[in-house]
């Protein structure tokens, strides 16, 4: 029997996230509402092209495909279409095979309200004011930024690669280390580091991956041939001694990351190229950059570094 939506690790996706809808969209803005309506309904049969998030959703789904007895992970589309425009989404849906059968279609509106009626821990949308919205009455929230869209079949693996200060934990740290000096923010941080941070926006995603692994580390004890499906990162530019509380933090939690990288101020791409996460999460817009536009970026505009 399936668990309930409460038990479930859920992600709320916006159709604009999950799929490419920027031919849709320009009908929307050159021609109004009425045009967007017909132009989806002649292209009823057209499968939408896979969007940025495309290649992290089907992958997070093949979860379920491993764990079929209790199915512990769901996504849910949140989309501004309306009943009638969603049509070709939910068929777009169909056509590429994915398992989502929840949805919300708001006709127009936001969807932020609804993200903690699904239980949702994480909303991706590349709507930014949505984003905005859902994070300023605290629920947890991205913005996909554009990129290029790399979906390897062949790669089973689900890599997620999250910053730390901002987007995991709160933004105390970053407040101190904006409001001073490098050696200053090292010696607040080494004086704290025992106590752990406080949870940030993505916090309740991350300790639910871990939860994940936790699966995984029983079906890999009853079948040692068992191969994993996901790997969590965390890169941050935190470097020692301020490393240390970050640890902290994780043991405090009872969570863990595969792997974890304190660059020191080093371009985080350098990594990314490498680890090839299907999606990267950072509070900092400066950090979500790659030289070949193959990372897919996930915007958190929460705290210090995003007052506005």
């Given at each position: 029997?399936?668990?309930?939506?409460?038990?479930?690790?859920?992600?709320?996706v916006a159709?604009?996230?999950?799929?490419?809808?920027?031919?849709?969209?320009?009908?929307?803005?050159?021609?109004?509402?009425?045009?967007?309506?017909?132009?989806q309904?002649?292209?009823?049969?057209v499968?939408?092209?896979k969007?940025?998030a495309f290649?992290?959703?089907?992958?997070?789904?093949?979860i379920?495909?491993?764990?079929?007895?209790?199915?512990p992970v769901?996504?849910?589309?949140?989309?501004?279409?309306?009943?009638?425009?969603?049509?070709?989404?939910?068929?777009?849906?169909?056509?590429?095979?994915?398992?989502i059968?929840?949805?919300?279609?708001?006709?127009?509106?936001?969807?932020?309200?609804?993200?903690?009626?699904f239980?949702?821990?994480?909303?991706?949308?590349?709507?930014?004011?949505?984003?905005?919205?859902?994070?300023?009455?605290?629920?947890?929230?991205?913005?996909?930024?554009?990129?290029q869209?790399?979906?390897?079949e062949?790669?089973?693996?689900?890599r997620?690669?999250?910053?730390?200060?901002?987007?995991?934990?709160?933004?105390a740290?970053?407040?101190v280390?904006?409001?001073?000096?490098?050696?200053?923010?090292?010696?607040?941080?080494?004086?704290?580091?025992?106590?752990?941070?406080?949870?940030?926006?993505l916090?309740?995603?991350f300790?639910?991956?871990?939860?994940?692994?936790?699966?995984?580390?029983?079906?890999?004890?009853?079948?040692p041939?068992?191969?994993?499906?996901?790997?969590?990162?965390?890169?941050?530019?935190?470097?020692?001694?301020?490393?240390e509380?970050?640890?902290?933090?994780?043991?405090?939690?009872?969570?863990?990351?595969?792997?974890?990288?304190?660059?020191?101020?080093m371009?985080k791409?350098?990594?990314?190229?490498?680890?090839?996460?299907?999606?990267?999460?950072?509070?900092?817009?400066?950090?979500?950059?790659?030289?070949?536009?193959?990372?897919?970026?996930v915007?958190?505009?929460?705290?210090?570094?995003?007052?506005?």
């Amino acid at each position: 029997m399936p668990y309930p939506i409460e038990e479930k690790l859920v992600i709320a996706v916006a159709s604009s996230a999950l799929f490419d809808l920027s031919e849709s969209d320009r009908v929307f803005q050159d021609q109004g509402a009425i045009a967007y309506r017909d132009y989806q309904e002649k292209h009823l049969d057209v499968p939408l092209d896979k969007g940025v998030a495309f290649p992290f959703v089907r992958r997070f789904l093949n979860i379920n495909r491993r764990f079929p007895d209790t199915t512990p992970v769901e996504v849910v589309l949140i989309s501004r279409n309306s009943s009638i425009t969603g049509k070709r989404v939910f068929r777009s849906i169909e056509h590429h095979g994915l398992g989502i059968s929840r949805a919300a279609f708001l006709e127009g509106k936001s969807p932020y309200p609804y993200i903690p009626a699904f239980n949702a821990s994480l909303f991706l949308s590349s709507n930014e004011r949505d984003v905005l919205d859902a994070i300023d009455y605290e629920y947890p929230a991205g913005t996909v930024l554009p990129s290029q869209v790399v979906d390897d079949e062949d790669d089973w693996e689900l890599r997620i690669a999250f910053d730390f200060d901002g987007v995991i934990a709160d933004d105390a740290s970053e407040r101190v280390f904006k409001g001073s000096e490098l050696e200053a923010f090292h010696e607040h941080e080494t004086s704290k580091a025992s106590i752990p941070h406080s949870p940030g926006p993505l916090a309740d995603l991350f300790r639910k991956l871990s939860l994940l692994q936790q699966l995984e580390d029983e079906a890999q004890k009853e079948d040692p041939s068992y191969q994993r499906i996901l790997r969590t990162a965390i890169v941050t530019a935190r470097s020692a001694p301020a490393h240390e509380r970050v640890i902290t933090t994780l043991e405090h939690w009872g969570v863990d990351a595969n792997e974890v990288f304190f660059l020191g101020g080093m371009k985080k791409d350098r990594i990314l190229n490498i680890l090839k996460p299907h999606m990267f999460f950072d509070d900092q817009r400066s950090h979500l950059q790659s030289d070949a536009g193959n990372i897919p970026m996930v915007h958190i505009p929460f705290g210090v570094a995003n007052i506005r």
